[in-house]
């Protein structure tokens, strides 16, 4: 039995919300089948250990930043790490960018409360609801869902024009979480997924039986699962099977996301597990969302040394059970924000963040990004 789907907005409007789907179901797909073929094939020999793949990009992507200036900034960012990792093993590398989809967000809370104490509905994504800290922005609008579909398609355009002179394995492709599902299951065609090349599911939504994993399984791309601290080996291990059941390499990549206090202790049981009894797995480490906290009564951070801590364990770990460290997930943008830190000294007041521009989690600099990839690949 389909457990009831979760992480959903209440639209309110039942009828604008059909209207909406209806809308996109007549719409183009904003990819083709042979795109996310070649993407299959892509992950399909970094799983055989012929390369890696580095997937990156904005928390939470912004209508307001689909404009060719915007993505070709974020594209020469993906596509140079890429290469700092390429020319250091001399492998394949697979960009994989957190764009033109990424407009969705899952909450811990239904609301939060603002610098007014104010409180709103919280912020669910641009195909949601506004930031903007008024109640009436913070309303869910379905009519939003056709908007991230026109900006998918204007980012799509510059994500193309990249690809010129590149062979398939190197171009940028797209990816985001598959969260909204009055947005994914309308622009299904065929048996693919037409909203992106790959999509993954949360650890908030990995439910084996729940509607994310039932719309996963029905889809022929590659498909991403966020792994977290509460899950166990056994759950790891069926979900392998549930979403690769043939064992197809370039199928399926788990994206751990342990932080750096647990990593040690949780992954190499689940490494062990899914190797003996379950299905093949690409394996990646987001150090970013494990490590999230907040010092004081500041906005949310992430500290730059649990984030190169996980990085360091992870290798380690998939190297000690000889399965491929394949790559890294990051929350990163070129622009120079100050949102992830160092650890504040003792007796120090904590560090300031005069450019804090999120829509929601803190994200690495251009800087910082390079850090952590410079860290990767040194370890390997």
Same mark, same amino acid.
């Given at each position: 039995?389909?457990?009831?789907?979760?992480?959903?907005?209440?639209?309110?409007?039942?009828?604008?919300?059909?209207?909406?789907?209806?809308t996109l179901q007549t719409m183009p797909p904003l990819v083709t089948r042979a795109e996310c073929d070649r993407l299959g094939q892509a992950v399909a020999r970094v799983a055989q250990g012929g390369g890696f793949l580095l997937q990156g %990009?904005?928390?939470?992507?912004?209508?307001?930043?689909?404009?060719?200036? &915007?993505?070709?900034?974020?594209?020469?960012?993906?596509?140079?790490?890429?290469?700092?990792?390429?020319?250091?093993?001399?492998?394949? !590398?697979?960009?994989?960018?957190?764009?033109?989809?990424?407009?969705?967000?899952?909450?811990?809370?239904?609301?939060?409360?603002?610098?007014?104490? =104010?409180?709103?509905?919280?912020?669910?994504?641009?195909?949601?609801?506004?930031?903007?800290?008024?109640?009436? /922005?913070?309303?869910?609008?379905?009519?939003?869902?056709?908007?991230?579909?026109?900006?998918?398609?204007?980012?799509?355009?510059?994500?193309?024009?990249?690809?010129? %002179?590149?062979?398939?394995?190197?171009?940028?492709?797209?990816?985001? &979480?598959?969260?909204?599902?009055?947005?994914?299951?309308?622009?299904?065609?065929?048996?693919?997924?037409?909203?992106?090349?790959?999509?993954?599911?949360?650890?908030?939504?990995?439910?084996?039986?729940?509607?994310?994993? /039932?719309?996963?399984?029905?889809?022929?791309?590659?498909?991403? !699962?966020?792994?977290?601290?509460?899950?166990?080996?056994?759950?790891?291990?069926?979900?392998?099977?549930?979403?690769?059941?043939?064992?197809?390499?370039?199928?399926?990549?788990?994206?751990?996301?342990?932080?750096?206090?647990? !990593?040690?202790?949780?992954?190499?049981?689940?490494?062990?597990?899914?190797?003996?009894?379950?299905?093949?797995?690409?394996?990646?480490?987001?150090?970013?969302?494990?490590?999230?906290?907040?010092?004081?009564? %500041?906005?949310?951070?992430?500290?730059?040394?649990?984030?190169?801590?996980?990085?360091?364990?992870?290798?380690?770990?998939?190297?000690?059970?000889?399965?491929?460290?394949?790559?890294?997930?990051?929350?990163?943008?070129?622009?120079?924000?100050?949102?992830?830190? =160092?650890?504040?000294?003792?007796?120090?007041?904590?560090?300031?963040?005069?450019?804090?521009?999120t829509a929601c989690d803190p994200r690495l600099n251009a800087a910082q990004a390079a850090e952590v990839v410079e860290r990767f690949v040194a370890l390997l």
């Open positions: 039995m389909i457990a009831a789907v979760g992480q959903q907005p209440d639209w309110g409007d039942v009828a604008l919300l059909d209207h909406v789907t209806s %990009g904005d928390c939470a992507e912004r209508f307001c930043e689909s404009g060719a200036t &915007e993505v070709r900034a974020k594209l020469a960012q993906l596509y140079g790490l890429a290469e700092v990792i390429h020319s250091a093993t001399g492998g394949v !590398v697979v960009p994989l960018g957190r764009l033109a989809g990424q407009y969705g967000k899952p909450r811990s809370a239904p609301y939060e409360r603002i610098a007014d104490g =104010t409180v709103v509905p919280s912020y669910r994504g641009d195909a949601v609801n506004s930031p903007a800290t008024d109640r009436r /922005a913070r309303h869910p609008d379905p009519t939003r869902l056709l908007r991230a579909h026109e900006c998918a398609e204007r980012v799509l355009r510059v994500v193309r024009d990249s690809w010129a %002179g590149r062979s398939p394995l190197e171009r940028a492709y797209v990816s985001h &979480e598959a969260l909204l599902l009055d947005y994914e299951r309308p622009l299904v065609r065929g048996d693919y997924a037409a909203s992106a090349h790959s999509v993954w599911i949360g650890d908030r939504t990995r439910q084996p039986d729940g509607q994310h994993v /039932a719309f996963a399984r029905s889809v022929a791309n590659t498909i991403g !699962v966020k792994i977290g601290p509460v899950i166990s080996p056994a759950q790891a291990v069926r979900l392998s099977r549930l979403l690769n059941p043939d064992g197809a390499d370039g199928r399926l990549f788990f994206i751990v996301r342990l932080g750096s206090t647990r !990593v040690r202790s949780l992954l190499p049981e689940m490494v062990e597990e899914v190797s003996r009894r379950g299905r093949p797995v690409v394996w990646l480490c987001d150090p970013m969302h494990g490590n999230t906290m907040r010092i004081g009564a %500041g906005p949310k951070t992430r500290l730059m040394e649990a984030i190169l801590d996980e990085i360091v364990a992870f290798v380690r770990i998939m190297r000690a059970h000889r399965r491929h460290p394949a790559g890294l997930h990051l929350e990163m943008t070129p622009e120079d924000v100050t949102e992830c830190t =160092t650890t504040p000294k003792p007796f120090r007041p904590p560090p300031e963040l005069p450019h804090y521009r």
